[in-house]
C-alpha cells in the first residue's frame, strides 16, 4: 500500500497530540522552557539538513524566487487565516490565535524535511515505508511536547502532512520514468538544503530571536526543482 507510511506518519502524530493535551497545564515556566529546548533542537537538525548541500547556489536562487513569489501570493496570511478558521470551529474568538499557531508552527515542523521527501518517494517507487514509519514516531513526541506548550491546534497539522506526503508517494510511482535516478538524487540534496534552512528559521522563530515569515519562503521547495534543472542545463 502506497500510503501506508504516511497514515502511520498522521497516526503517530494524532496520538502525541492527544497525550500532549494532557500536560497542558503544567506551569508557564515550564512550557517556556521546553519550548526553548525545541527550538534549539530544531536549530540542529535544520543546520545539519543545511549543511547537505552541493551546490549553494542553487538553494540561494531557490530561496530568493521562493520568497517572492510567497509575498506576492501571501502564503504566510494565508496559512494563519486557514489556522485561524480551523480555531473558530472549536475554541472561543480569544483563543483562535493560539490555534493557529499551534497548527502553522507544528504543520512547518513536521512538512518541511529529508524526511518528508525522501520517505514519501521511498514508499512510492520502492513501496519502502521505514522511513516515514521512523518519522512518525519522530513526529509523534514532537507532537506531544508542542501540544503542551502550544495547545491542540498541533493535532490539525496532521491534514497537510498526509496531503504532502500521500502526493509525493503518489506522484513517485511515476516520477522514474520522467526523471533520471541521478537528478533524483542530486535534486533531493539541494531540496534537503532549502529545506533544512527553513527548519532554522522555525527554531530560531521558536526561541524568539527572529520573527521570519517562514511560509512565505515555502514556495522556495518547488522553486527548487526548476533552479536545479536550469543548473544542470548550464
Given at each position: 500500500?502506497?500510503?501506508?507510511?504516511?497514515?502511520?506518519?498522521g497516526?503517530?502524530?494524532?496520538?502525541?497530540?492527544?497525550?500532549g493535551?494532557?500536560?497542558?497545564?503544567?506551569?508557564?515556566?515550564?512550557?517556556?522552557?521546553?519550548?526553548?529546548?525545541?527550538?534549539?533542537?530544531?536549530?540542529?537538525?535544520?543546520?545539519?539538513m543545511?549543511?547537505?548541500?552541493?551546490?549553494?547556489?542553487?538553494?540561494?536562487l531557490?530561496?530568493?524566487?521562493?520568497?517572492?513569489?510567497?509575498?506576492?501570493i501571501?502564503?504566510?496570511?494565508g496559512?494563519n487565516?486557514?489556522?485561524?478558521?480551523i480555531g473558530?470551529?472549536?475554541?472561543?474568538?480569544?483563543?483562535?490565535?493560539?490555534?493557529?499557531?499551534?497548527?502553522v508552527t507544528?504543520?512547518?515542523?513536521?512538512?518541511i524535511g529529508?524526511?518528508?521527501?525522501?520517505?514519501?518517494l521511498?514508499?512510492?517507487?520502492?513501496?519502502?515505508?521505514e522511513?516515514?514509519?521512523?518519522?512518525?514516531?519522530?513526529?509523534?513526541?514532537?507532537?506531544?511536547?508542542l501540544?503542551t506548550t502550544?495547545g491542540?491546534?498541533?493535532v490539525?497539522?496532521?491534514?497537510?502532512?498526509?496531503?504532502?506526503?500521500?502526493?509525493?508517494?503518489?506522484?513517485?510511482?511515476?516520477?522514474?520514468k520522467?526523471?533520471?535516478?541521478?537528478f533524483?538524487?542530486?535534486?533531493?540534496v539541494?531540496?534537503?538544503?532549502?529545506?533544512?534552512?527553513?527548519?532554522?528559521?522555525?527554531?530560531?522563530?521558536?526561541?524568539?530571536?527572529?520573527?521570519?515569515?517562514?511560509?512565505?519562503?515555502?514556495?522556495?521547495?518547488?522553486t527548487?526543482?526548476?533552479?536545479?534543472?536550469?543548473?544542470?542545463?548550464?
Amino acid at each position: 500500500m502506497v500510503l501506508y507510511g504516511t497514515l502511520v506518519n498522521g497516526v503517530c502524530i494524532i496520538a502525541g497530540s492527544l497525550l500532549g493535551l494532557f500536560f497542558t497545564k503544567i506551569p508557564e515556566r515550564y512550557k517556556e522552557t521546553v519550548m526553548h529546548g525545541i527550538g534549539l533542537a530544531v536549530l540542529l537538525i535544520g543546520l545539519q539538513m543545511a549543511f547537505t548541500t552541493e551546490i549553494i547556489v542553487v538553494v540561494l536562487l531557490s530561496l530568493l524566487t521562493g520568497a517572492i513569489i510567497g509575498e506576492f501570493i501571501h502564503v504566510e496570511e494565508g496559512l494563519n487565516r486557514l489556522g485561524a478558521w480551523i480555531g473558530s470551529k472549536f475554541t472561543t474568538k480569544n483563543e483562535n490565535f493560539s490555534v493557529a499557531q499551534g497548527f502553522v508552527t507544528a504543520s512547518l515542523i513536521f512538512v518541511i524535511g529529508a524526511m518528508s521527501v525522501i520517505g514519501a518517494l521511498d514508499s512510492g517507487i520502492r513501496g519502502d515505508h521505514e522511513i516515514l514509519i521512523t518519522k512518525g514516531i519522530i513526529d509523534g513526541f514532537v507532537a506531544l511536547v508542542l501540544t503542551t506548550t502550544l495547545g491542540f491546534g498541533v493535532v490539525f497539522s496532521v491534514v497537510p502532512v498526509i496531503l504532502y506526503q500521500g502526493s509525493i508517494a503518489l506522484l513517485a510511482t511515476q516520477i522514474t520514468k520522467w526523471l533520471p535516478e541521478s537528478f533524483l538524487n542530486g535534486f533531493i540534496v539541494e531540496l534537503t538544503g532549502v529545506g533544512g534552512l527553513l527548519i532554522v528559521a522555525i527554531g530560531l522563530n521558536l526561541l524568539k530571536i527572529t520573527k521570519i515569515r517562514i511560509g512565505n519562503l515555502l514556495p522556495s521547495l518547488a522553486t527548487v526543482i526548476i533552479i536545479y534543472y536550469l543548473y544542470q542545463l548550464i
